[in-house]
Every structure is written in C-alpha cells, then in structure tokens.
C-alpha cells in the first residue's frame, strides 16, 4: 500500500510539473531567438549650416541669383603641380570646377538663411517648356511667362588663383573624368604639400547694375583639418561637380574656406533695404 501511494505521488508530480517545464523551454528558445536577432544601431547626421559661424538670423530675405564663376587665372589651358606632377587642364576642366564653386556657393548662401536664391542654370528648359505650352500643346496647369521671381542682388564672382600643390615633373592630363579623376586623386594622396586660391566677390544691384561691394578672399592650406567652424558649414557632405578629386586634401579646405569667407562677406555688405521678403 505503501509503494502505491508514492507511486502516484510521483505521477502526480511529474503531471503538474510538465507545463513549467514546457513554459521553461519555450522561454529559453523564444530568448535564443532574441539573442540570435540581428541588431542594429541608426545614427543620422544634420548639417547645421552656418550656424555656427554667423549670427543666428529669422528674419526677411534678400533674392540673390549667383552668375557663372569667371576663371582668369590663364588662356585656353591651366597647368598645376600636385604630388610631384603637372597636370594641364583645358577650359572644360575649368568649367566644371566654377560649375562645383557656384554650386557651393548657393547652398552656402541658402544656409545662411538669410537669401532666396534664385535657381538660373536651367532657366534655359524653362523658356522651352514656356515655348512649348503658348505654342498650344499643353493646358493651362503648366508653367507661364512672368511668374519667375526676380533678384534683388547678384553675385559675381571671379577666380584669379588656383594652386592646389607643389610643381614637380612634366606630364599632361586632358580631362578631368574617368581615368583622369582617379590619376588626379592619386597624385592628391601622394604629394600635396600647400594649397591655395584667389577669388574675386562682387555684389550688385539687379536692377541698376551699380556695383554695392567689392572684395578678394584668399585663402592657403597645408592640412585637411577643418576646424570647428568650417566643420558646421560643411558637415559630411562631398565636393560638388568636379571639384570632387580634391576631396580630403587640403585643397579641399582651401576651397571651403574661400566659399566661407565669400559667404560671410556678402552677408556682412547686404544692405538691410534688400531684406523684404
């Protein structure tokens, strides 16, 4: 009789303790599953512009529009030393490089936020679609003739120096793209020891063409330490058009302090009558 009882004492043990025991093992895989999920970690970054190096600023804008950047620091053909090596490039190099300074230019300027900038690279498609739409071939929902806004101001500006490195052996590259862009980088890598530009800014009057101000920035790197003020202005991003072989060099900085100061100054000599909007 004995033996029966702690028999099913037993039976009856095992019968209570068979859901823990599936809670148990249901837990223990349901945490392995967790611990064996892939984890990952966002992180975000925000360029905050220029405002850490002008003073904080909500109030009425000025219309800018910002002409092509003039390149007078040659003829037909501009030859620099970088690591070393000469590298010559035509008016089409050239071009792109002012094409990346003015773009630069009006976003500094848009950071500002003291400006609406006033998009004129591709006025030329919207003359089109204007030609297009009073020619009859589209309704009246697309764009008409006498709804782009006008400037206030325009910028000019012009370079009057560019020595990205040291001079070194003869050699000739012809474009600045492809193969060209990664032989540049090389030599950017390998031997820059200064860097410089010269820039001319003038501001003017959009409608009476009288020049408001006037000024030359230059400016001279030997590192690709950007401080914190040029690192609130830039922020992450890379260098526009192509400009983008001199990343990471200190030509590089030249550029961003040149595009600073310039904008810094046309902040400083814009009339406060051209802030009405």
């Known amino acids: 009789m004995g033996y029966i009882t702690k028999q099913a004492k037993k039976l009856y043990s095992l019968r209570t303790s068979a859901p823990l025991a599936g809670v148990l093992v249901a837990s223990l895989a349901l945490g392995g599953c967790a611990a064996l999920e892939p984890k990952s970690t966002v992180t975000s970054k925000v360029d905050r512009g220029l405002e850490d190096v002008l003073p904080a600023y909500n109030g009425k804008k000025a219309r800018v529009a910002v002409f092509d950047f003039d390149w007078n620091t040659g003829g037909s053909k501009t030859t620099i030393g970088i690591g070393g090596t000469e590298f010559s490039f035509s008016r089409q190099e050239q071009s792109a490089y002012a094409e990346g300074l003015k773009d630069m230019l009006n976003t500094a300027l848009i950071q500002s936020k003291r400006y609406q900038v006033l998009e004129r690279q591709n006025f030329d498609a919207i003359k089109t679609e204007i030609g297009i739409q009073e020619d009859g071939y589209t309704d009246s929902t697309g764009v008409q003739r006498g709804n782009v806004k006008g400037a206030d101001l325009v910028i000019k500006a012009a370079i009057t120096g560019w020595a990205p490195g040291s001079s070194g052996s003869s050699g000739s590259i012809a474009g600045i793209f492809g193969k060209t862009a990664k032989a540049v980088a090389g030599a950017v890598s390998g031997g820059y020891r200064k ?16 020049n408001l101000a006037a000024t030359t920035v230059e400016t001279e790197a030997t590192d690709i330490n950007y ?51």
């Open 195 to 210: 860097s410089s530009l010269a820039m001319t800014i003038r501001i003017f009057d959009a409608k009476n063409s009288i």
């Open 227 to 277: 401080g914190a003020a040029l690192g609130a202005f830039t922020g992450g991003s890379g260098m526009s058009g192509g400009l983008g072989a001199y990343s990471k060099t200190p030509m590089e900085k030249a550029i961003r302090s040149a595009i600073l100061e310039a904008t810094k100054y046309i902040v400083e000599n814009t009339p406060n009558d051209y802030m009405v909007h």
